[in-house]
């Protein structure tokens, strides 16, 4: 089956727009089939990063058809942002990009319904990033959202949003129907040739032997079914989002590759048990240069938690793993892995804990290897590895037991050592 999937192993920003650009040279389609624009997947195009918050990945590649799956929520200003920047940057978009009758849309009041339950909510705020993702996914599964289908008239649009205000939020009064009727009809319009029935489009091209790659947004530890709730996405970044965010069955996914960095990092609230010491995690974020590529916020990084990535592994069923950024541990004399937690006093090596009171308890138990001093960024050959840095991945294996297909080291294509053959 000439299908992969790539999915996030920890708290997402694990460097999976890079693994998806670069098996998209070999793929004809790429499918992001979760999430919205509180993504940010950031791609080295020409030597220059660019950031992609709705658009996937493979779109760098010209002969790649890239599909924005039914489970993904659109802003469909900002994706019609999105497009406009990449031909400036001289990417061909039209005929390459296909959207979902299916996704539903996010609005305007989605983002001021977000900003007002954050800042009702006291200390348990969860860091959202204010783009109304999960008050639409809300809307979604109330059976009052609106999808792309729902908008091709203003007519139709304009009387669900009379609808949805006068019978949902009771808050038609703040808000002009009409102007959002009328400006979303003409963004549609402009984008009228991207929307297609992916679902039929996805499954016939598949069933032609078509290389697929599905690329997930955020990561396990996001999913808001098996990741660390409340601080979690409003979607299933998991294995299961492939086929409720595609239409795509399970028995036609081939292959799972798991993004995992060579450490760990978590943007915004909720536990995170292997989190650096304050003197060592700044300076470290800032060489590693850990900030948002949607927010730009710092994000939190952390040593490698095996048990994390070892319970995604068993829920995502993971092939191989793809190792990213290990050129950012350079210069680290000593480094750690987490291999167990201690809940309680208790050793709880095989089992992620399901509620964050457990894991904000968690002491992590770690193992310990030398590092090393080299500059290994843009390395492709395993051989050209410092020692220190091969036994570290090599270890990360045996603790795991799996395979490492990839490894990366720097933010480009060609910064990559392919350790097995992927297609």
């Given amino acids: 089956m000439n299908t992969v999937a790539i999915i996030g192993m920890l708290w997402g920003d694990e460097g999976k727009g890079k693994i998806v650009d670069l098996l998209s040279e070999q793929a004809n389609i790429v499918v992001r089939y979760q999430g919205g624009t509180n993504a940010g997947h950031t791609v080295c195009f020409k030597g220059k990063p660019l950031p992609l918050h709705m658009i996937p990945s493979g779109i760098f590649n010209e002969k790649t058809v890239c599909v924005i799956g039914n489970g993904c929520v659109i802003n469909l200003k900002s994706l019609y942002e999105e497009i406009l920047l990449l031909e400036s940057e001289g990417v061909d978009v039209r005929g390459r990009l296909f959207i979902s009758k299916r996704a539903h849309v996010t609005f305007p009041f989605h983002i001021e319904i977000d900003k007002n339950i954050e800042k009702k909510k006291g200390s348990r705020k969860l860091g959202t990033t204010f783009k109304g993702i999960g008050p639409c996914y809300t809307d979604k599964f109330a059976r009052v959202g609106i999808r792309v289908v729902d908008m091709l008239q203003r007519e139709e649009l304009e009387a669900l949003l009379e609808s949805y205000f006068s019978t949902f939020t009771g808050r038609k009064d703040e808000f002009d129907i009409k102007c959002i009727a009328e400006d979303y009809t003409k963004i549609v319009q402009e984008l009228g040739d991207y929307i297609i029935d992916t679902v039929s489009f996805l499954n016939r091209e598949i069933d032609g032997n078509k290389r697929v790659v599905f690329e997930s947004a955020q990561g396990t530890l996001l999913d808001v079914d098996f990741g660390t709730y409340p601080y979690v996405t409003s979607s299933n970044p998991t294995i299961g989002g492939v086929c409720t965010g595609t239409g795509v069955a399970s028995n036609k996914i081939g292959r799972v590759i798991g993004v995992a960095k060579a450490y760990s990092t978590r943007v915004g609230k909720g536990p995170f048990p292997t989190q650096f010491e304050e003197g060592f995690e700044e300076p470290f974020r800032k060489k590693a240069k850990e900030y948002g590529a949607t927010t730009g916020r710092p994000r939190r990084c952390g040593w490698f938690d095996a048990v994390g990535v070892g319970y995604s592994q068993m829920i995502n069923g993971v092939s191989s793993i793809a190792l990213t ?16 937690y201690k809940i309680n006093g208790k050793n709880g090596k095989a089992s992620f804990p399901p509620d964050t009171a457990s894991l904000s308890r968690t002491k992590p138990v770690y193992e310990k290897f ?16 410092p020692r220190n840095a091969i036994k570290y991945f090599k270890a990360l294996e045996d603790i795991l037991r799996i395979k490492i297909s990839i490894v990366s080291t720097g933010p480009d294509r060609k910064d990559t050592i392919l350790r097995e053959k992927i297609w």
């Fill in 325 to 340: 950024k290990l050129d950012c541990l350079s210069g680290v004399d000593k480094i750690k892995v987490c291999v167990a």
């Fill in 370 to 385: 030398d590092g090393w001093e080299e500059d290994i960024r843009g390395v492709n050959n395993e051989k050209a590895l």
